[in-house]
């Protein structure tokens, strides 16, 4: 079982997971804009998906040093479309490059 999982991007999918992840786990939220986790660790979510954000247990971090403790790392950025109906990777090539 793993001891702590890593979310990459704490947006409108990241968040939530890993506020549910955290009810078993132990979370690390990562996010590259250190505004977001200022909100969310003052218990704000700008999205609203999660409004008691502040009750769960998620440790929220904006450096990816953070990511070194994890055992599992799971990346949840926007893969947009283009106009031919192709995934732009760019958002994920650049998580992963973390």
Partial sequence: MPEKIAIVGLGYVGL??????AR????????????RIEELR???DRL???PDVGKSAVSF??????LREADIVVVTVP??????????LSPLLGA???
């Fill in 16 to 21: 939530p997971l890993a506020v549910c992840f």
């Fill in 61 to 66: 971090h904006a450096d990816p040093a953070c």
């Fill in 42 to 44: 003052g218990g704000r």
């Fill in 79 to 88: 893969t947009p479309v283009d106009e031919s109906k192709r995934p732009d």
């Fill in 24 to 35: 078993q786990f132990e979370v690390i939220g990562f996010d590259h804009d250190p505004k």
């Fill in 96 to 98: 992963s490059r973390i």
């Fill in 48 to 50: 609203g998906e999660v």
